[in-house]
């Protein structure tokens, strides 16, 4: 998952959010950015009744929100949903094709033609992603 630095600097450079079942997010304008929070219909919690693991539902939880805002919260997209977002924008910026390899050093993330293309290295796939569309973000910014 990547971290709530890089979402927020997403979503400042124009990452939109259109919140769906099993979504992961954060709220920030309550101090609570470091809480991870899932788009979800219900509640399901893994512990333990009567020394036997269990699943759980609830479908109120006492120390809930009763709502946030959109705008109060900032969105932590899976690595599937970083590429989903890439491939969407590879078009209007040709650059090409999408390619993430696996490097001695964690992962690479590259941009257009073998002959001609932008390298994006990380320590795991979600950060390169991440880092990639970043660029490409600014890149309609400016």
């Known amino acids: 998952?990547?971290?709530v630095d890089r979402a927020r600097?997403?979503?400042?450079?124009?990452?939109?959010?259109?919140?769906?079942?099993?979504?992961?997010?954060?709220?920030?304008?309550?101090?609570?950015?470091?809480q991870v929070f899932v788009v979800s219909?219900?509640?399901?919690?893994?512990?333990?009744l009567r020394g036997e693991p269990a699943i759980t539902f609830h479908g109120v939880v006492e120390w809930a929100l009763d709502y946030v805002l959109l705008r109060d919260t900032v969105w932590?997209?899976?690595?599937?949903?970083?590429?989903?977002?890439l491939e969407a924008r590879l078009p209007?910026?040709?650059?090409?094709?999408?390619?993430?390899?696996?490097?001695?050093?964690?992962?690479c993330c590259s941009?257009?033609?073998?002959?001609?293309?932008?390298?994006?290295?990380a320590a795991c796939?979600?950060?390169a992603y991440s880092q990639a569309l970043l660029y490409l973000l600014n890149q309609e910014a400016a």
């Open 76 to 85: 932590l997209p899976s690595e599937t949903q970083l590429r989903e977002e």
């Open 1 to 3: 998952m990547i971290t």
């Open 9 to 34: 600097q997403l979503q400042q450079a124009g990452l939109h959010w259109q919140p769906a079942e099993n979504d992961h997010f954060a709220v920030t304008a309550t101090g609570m950015e470091h």
């Open 125 to 127: 796939a979600v950060e």
């Open 111 to 121: 941009l257009g033609a073998p002959d001609n293309c932008l390298e994006f290295q």
């Open 41 to 48: 219909q219900f509640t399901a919690l893994a512990q333990s």
């Open 92 to 107: 209007a910026h040709g650059a090409g094709q999408l390619r993430l390899e696996h490097t001695h050093a964690g992962y």
